[in-house]
């Protein structure tokens, strides 16, 4: 059986094969480590707006041949933290708060 699985956002879309119903989900993320480059720990799977969880088969969760499962690649922490946004100036903060009248 085969399956297809798409980011999120979809601009990766990936075409898995050799597949059962019985494939276990976490063996499912394992294939998708190197398509996708996320690691098992930070990918959520999702079919029919449902997650699918470790420990449950795709016959749980009712995926047929040529269906389509999302992936959503968690960011890690820190990764969100180190984001700066670039400092402005009171001058450039009070200019863009004066409202101008003609």
């Not at 990936?14 to 499912?28: C, N, V």
């Not at 959520?44 to 047929?64: A, C, I, P, S, W």
């Not at 670039?86 to 001058?91: A, I, V």
């Amino acid at each position: 059986m085969w399956i297809q699985i798409r980011s999120m956002d979809g601009k990766i879309s990936s075409h898995i094969d050799g597949l059962s119903k019985l494939t276990k989900i976490e063996d499912l993320r394992e294939l998708l480590v190197d398509k996708f480059n996320a690691p098992v720990n930070r990918q959520r799977l999702f079919f029919r707006g449902k997650q699918l969880e470790d420990g449950h088969t795709l016959f749980d969760y009712d995926v047929n041949v040529n269906d389509l499962v999302q992936i959503l690649v968690k960011q890690i922490e820190s990764e969100t933290k180190n984001i700066s946004l670039p400092k402005r100036s009171s001058e450039e903060v009070s200019k863009e708060n004066k409202v101008s009248t003609f």
